[in-house]
């Protein structure tokens, strides 16, 4: 069959297919256009032509999962809706900040708290899969990614002294618990 036979026998079946995993038509419609994609540069490696529907439907549905695992991994927040959880840096705090300095500062943390905090970071892996690798439940990843941030932060705070102010300290909101004695 040529590509135009195997669209038009195969698309409005496909894109039902592509609304029932995805539940919105504009999501529906891109999954099953990058499938005719796939099938126009690869299909013809497929030998049996009786197989067509079946791996139509197989690679949309590897495209829908493979879609969702990176929508798990790199959510889109709207930057206005998270204003209170980003901290203020200024311009010239980021030009200063440096690579290095950061990196030198994870790997003073303990191995508890660096393990997740890189996989986090520097690898891109959701706190699903952080748990798989350190075989840990995904309570403890999101623990031990705040508690590390948190040491994180007083080693940039510590190094930036050192290091004649390559990080501005990180100050934290001020605290509402009132000493008694002071």
Avoid: C
């Amino acid at each position: 069959m040529n590509f135009e036979t195997i669209v038009e026998n195969y698309y409005a079946p496909l894109y039902r297919f592509a609304v029932s995993l995805t539940r919105r038509d504009h999501d529906a419609w891109d999954l099953t256009q990058q499938t005719f994609y796939i099938w126009a540069k690869d299909g013809q490696r497929l030998r049996d032509p009786v197989k067509t529907k079946a791996w139509l439907f197989t690679t949309l549905h590897r495209q829908f999962l493979q879609t969702r695992r990176h929508e798990t991994r790199f959510p889109h927040f709207e930057v206005s809706g998270m204003d209170e959880e980003l901290p203020v840096i200024e311009p010239s705090t980021v030009a200063q900040m440096d690579a290095e300095t950061v990196l030198a500062a994870l790997h003073r943390l303990d191995d508890t708290f660096r393990a997740p905090l890189a996989l986090f970071f520097l690898e891109g892996l959701s706190y699903q899969e952080i748990s798989t690798v350190l075989e840990i439940p995904a309570g403890t990843v999101m623990s031990r990614l705040s508690r590390g941030k948190d040491q994180l932060r007083r080693a940039l705070v510590a190094s930036s002294l050192a290091a004649d102010g390559k990080v501005v300290p990180w100050t934290a909101a001020p605290s509402t618990h009132r000493d008694p004695h002071g």
